[in-house]
T-cell receptor
Framework: NAGVMQNPRHLVRRRGQEARLRCSPM?????VYWYRQLPEEGLKFMVY????????ESGMPKERFSAEFPKEGPSILRIQQVVRGDSAAYFC????????????FGQGTRLTVV | KNEVEQSPQNLTAQEGEFITINCSYS?????LHWLQQHPGGGIVSLFM???GKKKHGRLIATINIQEKHSSLHITASHPRDSAVYIC???????????FGEGTQLTVNP
């Protein structure tokens, strides 16, 4: 049973480009959480999704950021018109239930904006 | 004030020493998690606690719900234990995790 899979592991984008980060949850998990870790800072919640639904996006920046978790395929975190301040590690976690029964994390995507 | 506070922020130990990392929280929780993160690496779950104590190998985690405090202990520390240890809570009001700032542990041979 593969763990939470994130790709790419590393992503370099120029300012103004779009970044798409993918997360495939563990088999049987229908709840996905995205967290961001800025350099020298702790992890912060961004968004919580179930299949085809955004449940809580209170941690998402109001502009340029969006997330989806379609019926088929991975969850996508999309950042439009990236800026240097978006450079961070983005982690996805999945759960079979609404509560984090155990924290299953992916390896993260390290986004660098140049 | 952060909802989850960890101490110390940085900890350096000699191989073989007993290590304690503390976590205090100010919100109602349904569970507390201890996580490990190696440099440039992913995040691994070490423990999930809602009460009492758990042990896995050289690692022990305890939680006191009344005092809103948890500790992570490492016995007979080893250089490969060097990592960032993160305390996180699942609040009773929601399902997401709220994290402490992490403790950078360095174990020297």
């Amino acid at each position: 049973n593969a763990g939470v899979m994130q790709n790419p592991r590393h992503l370099v984008r120029r300012r103004g480009q779009e970044a798409r980060l993918r997360c495939s949850p563990m088999k049987g998990h229908s709840h996905v959480y995205w967290y961001r870790q800025l350099p020298e800072e702790g992890l912060k919640f961004m968004v919580y999704l179930q299949k085809e639904n955004i449940i809580d996006e209170s941690g998402m920046p109001k502009e340029r950021f969006s997330a989806e978790f379609p019926k088929e395929g991975p969850s996508i975190l999309r950042i439009q018109q990236v800026v240097r301040g978006d450079s961070a590690a983005y982690f996805c976690a999945s759960s079979p239930f609404q509560e984090h029964t155990e924290a299953f994390f992916g390896q993260g995507t390290r986004l660098t904006v140049v | 004030k952060n909802e989850v506070e960890q101490s110390p922020q940085n900890l350096t130990a000699q191989e073989g020493e007993f290590i304690t990392i503390n976590c205090s929280y100010s919100v109602g929780i349904s569970a507390l998690h201890w996580l490990q993160q190696h440099p440039g690496g992913g995040i691994v779950s070490l423990f999930m606690l809602s009460s009492g104590k758990k042990k896995h190998g050289r690692l022990i985690a305890t939680i006191n719900i009344q005092e809103k405090h948890s500790s992570l202990h490492i016995t007979a520390s080893h250089p490969r234990d060097s990592a960032v240890y993160i305390c996180a809570v699942t609040e009773t009001s929601g399902s997401r995790l709220t994290f402490g700032e992490g403790t950078q542990l360095t174990v020297n041979p």
